[in-house]
């Protein structure tokens, strides 16, 4: 024994580990069925409709004069563009349904990590964990107890961000050696200039 006892209750379910989902990751034949899916209706369901409605939207400004056409090209290029956004604004509005319909798969290494990563993401906003990405969320107490040299050694690598003073900064007290002293020059009758 390493002095070290984790007790856990017989009946005890054991959550399995977050998959890692990487740029190698190789979706599985359900995943790739519900891809295709989502990819599908979002262009039917979302993306067709929103780029006909904002070209609707856009010629209509265009006729009533609140947009101007282009001299040479008309109203073409403005209309491509409404196009355009419409498109990815409606594939953007599928992604949260898209992520629903992967939650609900069984076995899926996908559809855990997305349910574990809104586990996660529960946590209130602007809220910094220093949970590391290798922990394992096996029992609800740390499996290793670290030493105080390696909290210290985490805390200097981690940067260190302090609040600048307003005063710090450049304003209308601050000293930055620009007078509004206007030199007064005399001329004589010869030409002949000096100071007062």
């Known amino acids: 024994m ?19 989902i990487g740029a190698d990751y190789i979706p599985t034949e359900e995943e790739r069925r519900v891809f295709a899916e989502c990819n599908d209706e979002s262009f039917w369901f979302r993306s067709v409709p929103l780029a006909a409605t904002s070209m609707l939207i856009t010629q209509g400004l265009i006729s009533k004069g609140i947009l101007s056409s282009h001299p040479k090209y008309g109203s073409i290029p403005k209309l491509i563009f409404a196009c355009i956004m ?3 604004a409606g594939k953007l509005s599928y992604v949260k349904t898209c992520q629903e319909k992967f939650k609900n798969l069984e076995n ?4 855990e990590a997305l349910r574990s990563g809104q586990a ?7 809220h910094y964990s220093r949970k590391s990405k290798y922990d394992s969320n096996v029992s609800g107490q740390s499996s290793f107890v670290t030493s105080p040299a390696a909290d210290n050694m985490e805390r200097e690598m981690l940067p260190r961000y302090e609040p600048i003073p307003f005063s710090a900064s450049m304003n209308e007290s601050a000293p930055s050696g620009i007078t509004d002293h206007i030199a007064q020059v005399k001329v004589n009758k010869y030409g002949d200039t000096w100071d007062e």
């Open 120 to 126: 996660r993401q529960s946590s209130p906003p602007g």
């Open 86 to 88: 419409g498109y990815f």
């Open 108 to 111: 899926s290494p996908l559809g």
């Open 2 to 20: 390493n002095g070290r006892a984790d007790f856990q209750e017989p009946n005890a379910e054991v959550p399995r580990p977050i998959p890692y």
